[in-house]
């Protein structure tokens, strides 16, 4: 089974919402802080927001107040809201887990990550 897949990706114009969703394996979704991290082509991995076990959430400046990360743990699926998007916001979001989760840079080092989802958004 793939540790994580992320979906939800697309394109939208600037102010726009799109939510994204990472289905996870039992293995990883129990045992591992969780986290979501972006690169683009012209910028270095940025970590965006992680959600520790006990669900206390932890947002890169660039996107607090915009961003929301959440979990559901029926589903082992992780979440990604995302409002009022920028052009800065474009590139690929990928879904990680791993440890050491106080601090949202963490996750662009995690142990596991997905394929990770296209977002674009048009000024």
């Known amino acids: 089974q793939v540790p994580l897949v992320e979906s939800g990706g697309g394109s939208v114009q600037a102010g726009g919402s799109l939510r994204l969703s990472c289905a996870a394996s039992?293995?990883?979704?129990?045992?591992?802080?969780m986290g979501w991290f972006r690169q683009s082509p012209r910028k270095e991995r940025e970590g965006v927001a992680v959600i520790q076990r006990i669900g206390i959430t932890n947002y890169a400046d660039s996107v607090k107040g915009r961003f929301t990360i959440s979990k559901d743990d029926a589903k082992n699926t992780l979440y990604l809201q995302m409002k009022s998007l920028k052009p800065e916001d474009t590139g690929m979001y990928y879904c990680?887990?791993?440890?050491?989760?106080?601090?949202?840079?963490?996750?662009?080092?995690?142990?596991?990550r997905g394929p990770g989802t296209q977002v674009t958004v048009s000024s």
């Open positions: 990680a887990a791993g440890d050491y989760c106080s601090d949202p840079a963490s996750a662009r080092a995690f142990a596991y």
């Open positions: 039992g293995y990883v979704y129990s045992r591992y802080c």
